[in-house]
Nanobody
Framework: QVQLVESGGGLVQAGGSLRLSCAASRRTFSSYGMGWFRQPPGKEREFVAAINWSGNNKYYTNSVKGRFTISRDNAKYTVSLQMNSLKPEDTAVYYC??????????????????WGKGTLVTVSS
């Protein structure tokens, strides 16, 4: 099972930016679909963004479209989430996830079956 380690969380004011990164342990990373999910305080975990193995296809939840950008570097086994124009409602623990058998668009978890431990993003108003 692939190991995933997130970094880049922290405290930011509304309107600010943060960049989350996720490092994967497997060389087969380049064939995985990857994604970001988040869990706001007191709520269920929810989908944020996903990217296919090549980076050509990207998917976002409606509330982050135009503000967040997912990207990947297969040579470095990393996936990133650039978050701009942050809002207090973006406050959550953000999790990196992997879909070793590829993205399953339409499924709730997009085929993800490996998860990082999460990184906390707090947006103050």
């Amino acid at each position: 099972q692939v190991q995933l380690v997130e970094s880049g969380g922290g405290l930011v004011q509304a309107g600010g930016s943060l960049r989350l990164s996720c490092a994967a342990s497997r060389r087969t990373f380049s064939s995985y679909g990857m994604g970001w999910f988040r869990q706001p305080p007191g709520k269920e975990r929810e989908f944020v963004a996903a990217i296919n193995w090549s980076g050509n296809n990207k998917y976002y939840t409606n509330s982050v479209k135009g503000r967040f950008t997912i990207s990947r570097d297969n040579a470095k086994y990393t996936v990133s989430l650039q978050m701009n124009s942050l809002k207090p409602e973006d406050t959550a623990v953000y999790y990196c996830a992997a879909a070793p058998r590829g993205l399953r668009v339409g499924e709730a978890n997009y085929g993800m079956d490996s998860w990082g431990k999460g990184t906390l993003v707090t947006v103050s108003s």
